[in-house]
């Protein structure tokens, strides 16, 4: 027969292993996955010397679709997810302007995606005192899950979930057979040590963190995991900065609860000292942490406790990011470009992270969590997404190498290893070589259905 398109000669990074082989692809699916595969194709890829990974999936961005597009929108930011190998992404209910709150706001966001992505996509819709009664429209349009925040979100529009607001949608969410992911910082805790520390005139890098400090963090997912547990809710962690957090999680999960936990390249690669000399393109909450957090951070992914990767792409203007006083400045890390670059050159190469447990990271384990069907694996009958890398390639990052709005990257410096050579979406080549190809195509992704 045939195929639409055939990739030859690339090694395939599987579930448990990495393999020689080719890769045909018929109707924007995978037909056909073994060595040298005969038949024609309309066309044919030659991907010797490169490795073939699951598009990454990335469940947590701000693609700011629609409203306050000029942070970053869909248009910029898939085109950076697909420079970095991403097939699809999720988007938060914030800090889009309206927030994603009721049908209509789904409606609204969903149309503004569809027009501007060049990746598939799901939504997330917002769990917040003011729509309880909406997140069954929410759940009838699709969203892979509620997201709420257990302190100030830093959006007017987002408000942040009291405790019985997170009870009551927890019990909701649960009837609806959807996840609960929540930002988990303790509200009191954070909210009054910043504000003695501007009433003291303490406004710099480090009093920042002094007033989001670790204990806050882990009193919130300890509460956060008593509630979901009673509600019978599933419940996932977002952005977790510390081991000691992640030890957490693991604990409720030994105990039956239905509870995991992502965290983010920064959290990574990046500690407090780097957020000193780097400044306000390093700022974000939870904050980055001490090298030794970060270490036990490390040994929990390395040992399975992480359930994935995300990038948190939370981008802002420049001149969001001008101030004498820290606490003012906007919090949010702009990486979706770089999750799995930075994930091969801190983990596999530096750390012995094998390749199929970090394509697990980056891409299955997303999408089975939120149940995206078809996405994040390489296996005949799966959607045709993949990130075509060439591993020998090594170099720090140039800023213009970035796709995303403002291209303004704590990574820039960072010494990479891989770069992503081609990335295809439904067996279309969204990225190749350097620069963008097609027109945006992406598709909404629910739970359990095909796009």
């Given amino acids: 027969m045939a195929y639409d398109v055939l990739i030859r000669r690339g090694s395939l990074v599987l579930p448990t292993k990495v393999v020689r082989g080719d890769v045909a692809i018929e109707g924007g699916l995978f037909a056909a996955i ?45 085109a950076a997810l697909a420079a970095g190998g991403g097939t699809c992404f999720c988007d938060m209910p914030l800090n889009s302007s309206p927030p994603t709150l009721d049908g209509p706001s789904f409606d609204q966001k969903a149309a503004a995606l569809a027009a501007n ?9 917002g769990l917040t005192p003011t729509n309880l009664d909406r997140l069954d429209e929410l759940a009838e349009r699709g969203v892979i899950g509620f997201k709420a925040f257990m302190c100030a979100s830093g959006i007017d529009d987002f408000t942040a979930a009291d405790d019985y607001t997170l009870w009551q949608g927890m019990q909701i969410a649960a009837r609806l057979k959807l996840p609960v992911a929540v930002h988990a910082e303790n509200e009191t805790l954070t909210r009054v040590l910043a504000r003695q520390a501007i009433a003291a005139g303490k406004t710099g890098v480090r009093d920042f963190l002094a007033s989001r400090p670790v204990v806050a963090e882990l009193e919130a997912i300890q509460r956060a995991i008593l509630l979901a547990d009673e509600a019978g809710c599933s419940l996932h962690i977002v952005h977790v900065s510390c081991g000691r957090g992640v030890a957490l999680v693991a604990e409720a999960q030994a105990n039956g609860i239905d509870v995991t936990c992502e965290t983010c390249p920064h959290y990574l690669v990046l500690t407090e000292d780097d957020r000193e000399r780097l400044g306000a393109i390093a700022k974000c909450a939870p904050p980055l942490r001490s090298a030794e957090d970060q270490a036990q951070l490390w040994r929990a992914l390395l040992a399975g406790k992480i359930a994935f990767v995300a990038s948190d792409h939370s981008p802002a203007p420049a001149s969001m990011k001008l101030a004498a006083d820290f606490f003012q400045i906007w919090g949010g890390i702009s990486g979706v470009q770089m999750t799995l670059s930075l994930l091969l050159a801190a983990g596999h190469e530096q750390r012995g992270l094998t390749l199929s447990y ?14 995206l069907a078809g996405k994040g694996c390489l296996e005949v009958g799966a959607d045709a997404d993949l990130a075509l890398v060439d591993l020998s390639a090594a170099g720090p990052l140039e800023q213009n190498e970035l796709r995303d709005r403002h291209r303004l990257s704590p990574y820039v410096g960072y010494p990479l290893r891989g770069r992503v050579q081609r990335t295809l979406v439904r067996g279309q080549t969204v990225f190749h070589a350097g620069r963008l190809a097609g027109s945006p195509t992406g598709r909404l992704v629910t739970p359990n259905a095909r796009p």
């Fill in 34 to 78: 073994a060595p040298e595969l005969a038949g024609p194709a309309s066309e044919e890829i030659d991907a010797a010397g490169l490795h073939l990974f699951p598009g990454v999936v990335d469940p947590h961005v701000h693609f700011n679709e629609p409203g306050r597009t000029e942070w970053e929108g869909a248009a910029t930011g898939s």
């Fill in 358 to 371: 970090l394509a697990k990271l980056t891409s299955r384990a997303a999408a089975e969590r939120f149940r």
């Fill in 117 to 125: 992505s060049r990746t598939d996509f799901g939504l997330w819709g």
